[in-house]
């Protein structure tokens, strides 16, 4: 089963870029979701082209909003409390931002 998000938060900081085991890039972008005033993290995998070009221009601190499937895991840090691991594989983003002379 899969279900959709529409996630709207802050990237926390510049995406990562990986290499798949099939040769093809993706990135992984950590957005901060403040859930009530608290704040929920989020792992947000980039595979799509136009979603990576267009969160490639972003810089950490930009309010986003990024739409795709996600999954929820629990998991135990070593004589830690159990956390829920969020994690979306997004296909489209925009930014809430105002928009800068700078063309981004």
């Known amino acids: 089963m899969s279900a959709r998000v529409l996630l709207s938060g802050v990237l926390h900081k510049a995406p990562e870029r990986k290499t798949s085991k099939n040769n093809k890039e993706y990135l992984i972008a950590s957005i901060r979701?403040?859930?009530?005033?608290a704040n929920r993290w989020w792992k947000v995998l980039i595979f799509s082209e136009s979603a990576i070009e267009f969160i490639d221009r972003l810089v950490a601190g930009d309010p986003v909003q990024a739409s795709g499937t996600f999954d929820a895991r629990i998991?135990?840090?070593d004589g830690g409390e159990p956390r829920?691991?969020?994690?979306?594989?997004?296909?489209?983003?925009?930014?809430?931002?105002?928009k800068r002379g700078d063309g981004r």
Do not use: C, K, Q, Y
Not at 84 to 98: E, G, H, Q, Y
């Open 33 to 37: 979701e403040n859930n009530g005033g």
């Open 75 to 77: 998991w135990t840090p």
């Open 84 to 98: 829920v691991n969020l994690t979306m594989t997004a296909d489209a983003f925009l930014s809430a931002r105002a």
